[in-house]
């Protein structure tokens, strides 16, 4: 399925796995480094040959809408009832 992909998006990995996904993406010591560090949100984007590290940054909005934290959930229902 990767193979047949022409956009991949990688994200922070775990130790055990990092080797294989290293050769198979080819991955530089930076690129490994990136995704064995990654916060959340912050990535790697392969398109083709070329990578370029991203971060993900949503907006209020769209932070409350798919959030699953608890805590968050809780405070944005108490909003919601005021």
Do not use: K
Not at 31 to 37: A, F, I
């Amino acid at each position: 399925m990767v193979a047949n992909s022409t956009t991949q998006i990688l994200l922070r990995q775990a130790p055990q796995a990092i080797d294989r996904i290293t050769d198979a993406f080819q991955l530089s010591d930076g690129e490994r480094r990136l995704l064995l560090s990654a916060e959340r949100g912050t990535g790697l984007l392969a398109a083709g040959r070329q990578r370029v590290a991203f971060q993900v940054i949503g907006s209020p909005w769209e932070h409350a809408t798919v959030t699953s934290d608890p805590r968050e959930l809780t405070a944005l229902n108490s909003e919601e009832e005021l």
